[in-house]
């Protein structure tokens, strides 16, 4: 008799079923397929400048996040078995428990991460095999006419060449496995630490951000904005609104946690241009899947640099890092009203614009010239859709430390000007008095 092969699917910001080749790959070729999510505790410590790493609003949208991939593995007879340690701790411990024959997990390539697959590859039994895969581009690495070494510095220059001569490849789909394959875990393991508990969390009802985590929230809301309400036609005209839910797709916090992939968005919008036509707002969605592409593809050329006070530009510029400046923009208390309104909004939802986090970066870095480091600390705590390489790759941009060729400062109140003529939005947010 034929011995099953098992394979343990670990999964990290790929928290979803359609378009996971992690999943997918592990679903072909092997018999018993496991799923495991580990809430690792060093993602709900406090960073240097004293941040929870992962604030309440992330860790909520989250939680539900794997719940809703949990529920969706289960209609494909996959279990998935959740733990409150290290990776490096639980994975080996589960792989000896079930005799996994091999590990699947997304590849990785920033400090943090990369050093903790480290951790767990040193420590798994020697008989697992490992498989790491791409999973979080656009454009794959494999198919991109550069080397990581020679990306060029200008979006640009990376943009026009990738949209020549790129193309994206197409979706992984899910595979069931039979009936038998599903398990109900029994707590097996001793597990010290735990997740801490979600603060009661009073979300304003005006919020731009309503939605709940998960792929099956993505997946609806990919469905309204674009083939209910259309509103994909108008995003680049909307797209540096302020106000509302549907000024811009809101897509980056389920893409920052794996609940849908770009690739998926990318079909999507070339299936909606075949059925009510292509414009500038279609492609404009695919020109900020790009952006987000560079940003990992900067990422994983500069690697550490990502996270260092110069930068990848290696500037050095005399930064603050007064406590005094930096809790008067959390709570917006600053000089400038624009700037606190986004700050607020920030504070009581997990949520800003990409236009505000363009001002209140700016503002931060180049009038209040605080170390962007600390801002970066901040929006990665608090901000539902924080991504890593985004982050810091944006942070780093506005701060004059990054690939921005002309290091530019935004004017706060021709912004305001701009983008809230009427100050609806300060209004808002921010106390009736000051208007």
Not at 15 to 39: M, P, Q
Request: aromatic letters at 16%; proline letters at 3%.
């Amino acid at each position: 008799m034929q011995q099953t092969k098992t394979a343990i699917v670990w999964f990290t910001n790929n928290l979803r079923i359609h378009d996971n080749e992690t999943l997918h790959k592990a679903c072909v070729n092997y018999d018993r397929v496991i799923g495991i999510y580990c809430y690792d505790p060093s993602l709900f410590e406090t960073t240097q400048f004293g941040f929870k790493k992962t604030g309440k609003f992330r860790q909520q949208f989250l939680e539900a996040s794997v719940q809703d991939l949990k529920e969706n593995l289960s209609r494909y007879n996959i279990s998935l078995y959740t733990c409150y340690e290290h990776p490096h701790i639980s994975l080996p411990k589960f792989c000896f428990s079930y005799k996994a024959d091999a590990l699947f997990f997304q590849k990785e390539f920033t400090t943090e991460e990369v050093d903790e697959v480290q951790r767990v590859k040193s420590k798994l039994p020697k008989e697992v095999k490992i498989y790491e895969n791409y999973d979080q581009f656009l454009f794959h690495p494999d198919d991109i006419q550069y080397t990581i070494e020679t990306i060029p510095e200008v979006f640009t220059v990376f943009r026009k060449r990738t949209e020549k001569y790129v193309k994206v490849r197409q979706e992984f789909l899910p595979i069931a496995k039979p009936k038998e394959n599903y398990i109900i875990f029994k707590n097996t393991f001793e597990e010290e630490r735990h997740l801490p508990r979600t603060e009661s969390i009073d979300i304003p009802p005006h919020t731009a951000f309503p939605f709940e985590g998960g792929e099956s929230s993505a997946i609806q809301r990919l469905q309204d904005y674009f083939f209910t309400t259309k509103k994909l036609s108008f995003y680049k005209k909307t797209r540096n609104g302020l106000l509302g839910t549907d000024y811009s797709s809101k897509f980056s916090s389920w893409l920052a946690n794996g609940s849908i992939s770009a690739k998926t968005i990318y079909w999507e919008v070339k299936r909606f241009e075949k059925e009510f036509g292509s414009n500038q707002s279609t492609y404009w969605m695919i020109f900020e899947l790009i952006w987000r592409d560079y940003f990992k593809y900067l990422s994983l050329k500069h690697e550490a640099n990502l996270f260092k006070l110069e930068g990848i530009k290696r500037t050095a510029y005399e930064w603050k890092t007064s406590e005094k400046l930096v809790a008067k923009w959390i709570n917006g208390e600053t000089d400038e009203p624009f700037v606190n309104a986004n700050m607020v909004e920030l504070k009581q939802t997990g949520w800003m614009s990409n236009r505000g986090r363009q001002n209140v970066a700016s503002y931060l870095t180049k009038e209040l010239l605080v170390d962007w480091r600390i801002g970066a600390a901040y929006f990665e705590s608090m901000l539902i859709d924080y991504d890593v390489h985004s982050n810091y790759g944006n942070w780093q941009y506005v701060a004059g430390v990054g690939n921005d060729p002309r290091n530019r400062k935004f004017n706060i109140k021709l912004q305001a000007e701009r983008y809230d003529t009427k100050g609806a939005y300060q209004s808002l947010w921010l106390q009736p008095t000051l208007f």
